[in-house]
């Protein structure tokens, strides 16, 4: 079975561009998840998809940040315009339904650099 | 105050020997808890969950207290490919995990 991926590996942006990073769950996983590491602190939740449907984006960090999963199958997560402080590694994780007892499987991560 | 408090080490151990370490979490209402583990530049692994009574896989052994809202892990006869970062992670809802620091252990030859 493949694992989740994600794309790119690396970016390297300047302040006040775009960037979008995708995330691939492992087939079959209703169940999404964004979370992120900024540099020395750990990793945090951002958000939770549910198929097409945000069921929780409390962690969120500012309206730059927007998140879609259309179909409910791979989702992306822009960020618009990026700030120094969005540095940092984000990982997709997925998992089967129902959330609450299936281990959620991460991605290898997208590493942010912002200039 | 932090979700999940762990000591970041580093512990530096030789082959063989017995590490272990802990965790605190806030949450009292937290309902399930795992040790994951991640290797430098790579995504967490889940390695365990924790359960009230405390389990063992293999050379790992896990506790939990839930009145003291500490968690543990002990690694006995460590090798050399158990240097990783461990990380306590506590779920307070049905799905979102709250992740510590980590803690960094390194096993020499």
């Known amino acids: 079975e493949a694992g989740v991926t994600q794309f790119p590996s690396h970016s390297v942006i300047e302040k006040g561009q775009t960037v979008t990073l995708r995330c691939d769950p492992i087939s079959g996983h209703d169940n999404l998840y964004w979370y992120r590491r900024v540099m020395g602190k750990e990793i945090k939740f951002l958000l939770h998809?549910?198929?097409?449907?945000?069921?929780?984006e409390s962690g969120m960090p500012n309206n730059r940040f927007l998140a879609e999963r259309t179909g409910g199958t791979y989702s992306t997560l822009k960020v618009q315009p990026a700030e120094l402080e969005d540095s940092g590694v984000y990982f997709c994780?997925?998992?089967?339904?129902?959330?609450?007892?299936?281990?959620?499987?991460f991605g290898p991560g997208t590493r942010l650099t912002v200039l | 105050r932090k979700e999940v408090e762990q000591d970041p080490g580093p512990f530096n151990v030789p082959e063989g020997a017995t590490v272990a370490f802990n965790c605190t979490y806030s949450n009292s209402a937290s309902q399930s808890f795992f040790w994951y583990r991640q290797d430098c530049r790579k995504e967490p692994k889940l390695l365990m969950s924790v359960y009230s009574s405390g389990n063992e896989d293999g050379r790992f052994t896990a506790q939990l207290n839930r009145a003291s809202q500490y968690i543990s892990l002990l690694i006995r006869d460590s090798k050399l490919s158990d240097s990783a970062t461990y990380l306590c992670?506590?779920?307070?809802?049905?799905?979102?995990?709250?992740f510590g620091a980590g803690t960094t252990v390194t096993v020499r030859a």
């Open positions: 992670v506590v779920k307070a809802n049905d799905y979102k995990l709250s």
């Open positions: 998809f549910v198929k097409e449907s945000k069921q929780d």
């Open positions: 994780a997925s998992s089967r339904a129902p959330a609450g007892v299936r281990e959620q499987f």
